[in-house]
C-alpha cells in the first residue's frame, strides 16, 4: 500500500514543476510580461532621477529668468537597461521588440551627444541635459585654473632678498652709529674746551687766582674748580674779594654731543659763550645803570632789559676825546657816567680802534647796572665768544676787565648833579612801580569778586523755589532793619 500513496502525492507536483503542451506557453507569456513589466519600472526611476517635472509652455514662460537645468550639477544618466526577448510567441501576439543596446564607442572620450536616450521623442521631451565629454585629468592641456581663493591660499614665492630691500635699515643703523660716535667725540671737545679756560684763567698764579682768594665750589683742595651741569654747560664759581660777594661764570657750550644740533650748526653758525655774572656789595656801588655791546646786541638790550629801556638811552660820541670803535653802541643813564666808566686805559687795551681788531674779536656785551631786575639789584654782566681750545689765550685782556671794572665801580661815585637826576628817575620809576602793583592787585580784587558772585548765582540758580523764597525774605528782614532809624537808649538816673 505505501507504493499507490507516493505516486498519488508526486503526480500533481511533477505537472506544476514541468508542463506540457499549451500549459508551458502560457507560463513563457505570463514571464514574458513580468520581465516587459520590471523593465518599464526601472527606466522610468533612472529617468526621474535626472529630470525634474516638466510643465506648462506658461510655466517655462515664468521661470526663464531661472538657471536652466543644462546649467546645473547633474549625475552621469545611467545606461540604458538591457531587454531579454524570448524566442516563442504567445496567443495574444508577437512579443515586443527591445530596443538596440548601442555599443560602447572605441574613443574613450566620446562625443556630447544633445540627448543622453537616442530612442526618446524629442517633441515630447524638452529640457534633457547634455552630457559633457569627461576630459582628461592627467593631460596639462586639459587643467582648468584653480580658484581665486585657491590662488590666495597658496604661497606666493618671493624674490630672494638684495641690498636694495635693506635699504631704510641701513640708514638707520648709519645713522645710529654716527649718532653715537658723535656723541662721545662732541663730549670730549666740549670738556676740552671747559678744561683749556680753567687751566688759563683758574689755576695757580693766573688771573682768577690772584683776584679771588676762593676757587670752585668747597673749601678743600681737592674740590674740582669746574661744575658739569650738562654736556655743553660747564659753571665756574669764585668768591673772597673787596666790592664783590660772589662770581659766577656760566660757558654755554655748542652741543657737539648732538649729531642733529652739530649739523644745524654748520647750516646757522653759532659761537661757545661765557657769562660772568658779579653780584656787588649794596654799599659799593653808585647810581649806575651803563651797557655796552655791539651795535645789533645793544638794539635788543634795549628793547627786552627792562632797566635799560626805563633809565638808559643811546650815548653819541664826544668830539673833544677817544671813544669807542663804530662796531660797538654805548646805552647810559648819563653821559658823565658813559665817559667817566670808559677810560683811556680800556679803549688802549680792548675797544680802542687799534686794540679791537686784536684783542676783542670775542667781545659781545657788558652791562652793569644797579636796578637789575634779578633777585639781586647791583650786578656786573659780561658776555664774551669763547676761542677754541688752542686760543684760548686771545681772550686774556676781556677776562681782565671783570676785576678792572669791580674795583672802578666799586670806587665810583657820580656828581652830585647825576645824583640828583638820577634819584629823581628813580623816585619816579618806583611810584610808577607802586602803581602797577595797586592797580594788578585791585584787578585780582575785581576778579575774585566777580567769581564770587558768578558761583553765588549759580548756587541760588540750583535752589528750588521754597529754599529761595526763604533767602528773600531773610535778605528783605535784613534791609528793614538796615533802612530803620537807630535810637539810642539813656538810664534815667
Known amino acids: ?84 526577448q524570448s524566442d516563442f510567441e504567445t496567443d495574444h501576439g508577437p512579443p515586443l521588440e527591445s530596443p538596440a543596446v548601442p555599443s560602447p564607442p572605441s574613443d574613450p572620450t566620446p562625443k556630447p551627444s544633445s540627448t543622453t ?63 653715537i660716535i658723535n656723541y662721545f667725540a662732541g663730549r670730549r671737545a666740549n670738556e676740552n674746551i671747559a678744561l683749556a679756560w680753567a687751566a688759563m684763567f683758574a689755576t695757580k698764579d693766573s688771573i682768577f687766582d690772584k683776584n679771588f682768594s676762593l676757587l670752585g665750589t668747597g673749601d678743600g683742595k681737592d674740590t674740582p674748580l669746574l661744575l658739569k651741569e650738562g654736556q655743553n654747560v660747564f659753571k665756574f664759581y669764585a668768591s673772597g674779594r673787596r666790592y664783590c660777594q660772589s662770581l659766577l661764570a656760566t660757558m654755554e657750550l655748542q ?3 648732538d649729531l642733529i644740533s652739530r649739523i644745524y650748526n654748520f647750516i646757522v653758525p653759532c659761537k661757545d659763550e661765557i657769562t660772568f655774572e658779579v653780584c656787588m656789595n649794596d654799599d659799593a656801588m653808585d647810581q649806575v645803570v651803563f ?44 653821559r658823565e657816567v658813559a665817559g667817566d666808566l670808559i677810560t683811556e686805559a680800556v679803549l688802549d687795551q680792548v675797544f680802542g680802534d687799534k686794540a679791537f681788531e686784536k684783542f676783542g674779536r670775542g667781545f659781545i656785551s657788558m652791562h652793569f647796572s644797579d636796578q637789575h631786575p634779578g633777585t639781586h639789584r647791583k650786578m656786573l654782566l659780561f658776555k664774551f665768544a669763547l676761542p677754541d681750545a688752542n686760543h684760548m689765550a686771545d681772550m686774556t685782556r676781556l677776562v681782565a676787565l671783570v676785576p678792572y671794572y669791580i674795583d672802578l665801580i666799586g670806587r665810583y661815585k657820580v656828581s652830585s648833579q647825576v645824583h640828583s637826576k ?62 530803620m532809624p537807630k535810637v539810642k537808649m539813656t538810664r534815667a538816673h
Open 1 to 84: 500500500m505505501a507504493k499507490p500513496t507516493s505516486s498519488v502525492w508526486f503526480r500533481p507536483m511533477y505537472s506544476l514543476l514541468a508542463p506540457r503542451g499549451d500549459t508551458l506557453w502560457y507560463c513563457l507569456a505570463l514571464l514574458s510580461v513580468l520581465s516587459l513589466l520590471g523593465q518599464e519600472l526601472t527606466r522610468c526611476s533612472a529617468l526621474a532621477a535626472d529630470f525634474e517635472g516638466f510643465g506648462d509652455e506658461g510655466e517655462e514662460e515664468e521661470t526663464s529668468d531661472s538657471p536652466q537645468i543644462t546649467d546645473l550639477p547633474f549625475r552621469s544618466p545611467l545606461p540604458p537597461p538591457t531587454l531579454t
Open 117 to 179: 536616450f537616442d530612442y526618446w521623442d524629442e517633441d515630447e521631451f524638452e529640457g534633457l541635459p547634455v552630457q559633457e565629454p569627461q576630459q582628461d585629468q592627467k593631460s596639462p592641456e586639459n587643467v582648468t585654473p584653480s580658484s581665486p581663493g585657491e590662488s590666495d591660499s597658496k604661497p606666493v614665492e618671493k624674490p630672494p632678498p638684495t641690498v636694495r630691500s635693506y635699504t631704510v635699515e641701513i640708514l638707520c643703523g648709519s645713522f645710529l652709529i654716527a649718532f
Open 255 to 257: 652741543s657737539r654731543h
Open 291 to 334: 651797557a655796552l655791546a655791539k651795535k645789533k646786541a645793544a638794539k635788543v638790550m634795549q628793547k627786552e632789559t627792562k632797566d635799560l629801556q626805563r633809565f638808559a638811552n643811546l650815548v653819541s660820541q664826544p668830539t673833544n676825546r677817544k671813544w669807542v670803535v663804530e662796531d660797538l653802541s654805548v646805552i647810559s643813564e648819563s
Open 422 to 483: 638820577t634819584e629823581a628817575a628813580r623816585t619816579k620809576a618806583a611810584q610808577e612801580a607802586y602803581k602797577e602793583f595797586m592797580n594788578a592787585r585791585q584787578e585780582a580784587l575785581q576778579k575774585r569778586k566777580a567769581e564770587k558772585k558768578k558761583m553765588m548765582e549759580e548756587a541760588e540758580a540750583k535752589l528750588t523755589a521754597e529754599a529761595l523764597r526763604k533767602k528773600e525774605a531773610k535778605e528783605r528782614s535784613r534791609q528793614m532793619r538796615k533802612a
